[in-house]
């Protein structure tokens, strides 16, 4: 059974940090790419990372360059999510989720994605 469980989440002022897990299993860690996207409420999913395990190629939205980085524990099967100088807009549900890295690569088109975590929230206040 695949499963991507999402944990870190919590609430935060302005400027500060958080660091997301994606754990995952039941696929071949090394065959995929798994993504960060978030939703806020009313608003559309948002892209906002992606990394190939295989070889570490990532992908930022212009919204998060420069403040959150991706990584990949392949030995943990585990991604992460290193989000600094949060901001008030950064607020929302962040999941993860799984694609193929070999066929599709690395990309921030929800669309391309098998997978999807449950989620976990993130609130950073004003």
């Known amino acids: 059974e695949v499963q991507l469980v999402e944990s870190g989440g919590g609430l935060v002022q302005a400027g500060g940090s958080l660091r997301l897990s994606c754990a995952a299993s039941?696929?071949?860690?090394?065959?995929?790419?798994i993504g960060w996207f978030r939703q806020a409420p009313g608003k559309e999913h948002e892209g906002v990372s992606c990394?190939?395990?295989?070889?570490?190629?990532?992908l930022y939205a212009d919204s998060v360059k420069g403040r959150f980085t991706i990584s990949s524990d392949n030995a943990k099967n585990t991604v992460y999510l290193q989000m600094n100088s949060l901001k008030p807009e950064d607020t929302g549900v962040y999941y993860c989720a799984a694609v193929n890295g070999e066929v599709v690569g690395i990309t921030l088109s929800s669309h391309y994605f098998d997978y999807w975590g449950q989620g976990t929230q993130v609130t950073v206040s004003s």
């Open positions: 990394i190939r395990s295989s070889d570490g190629n990532a």
């Open positions: 039941g696929f071949t860690f090394d065959d995929y790419a």
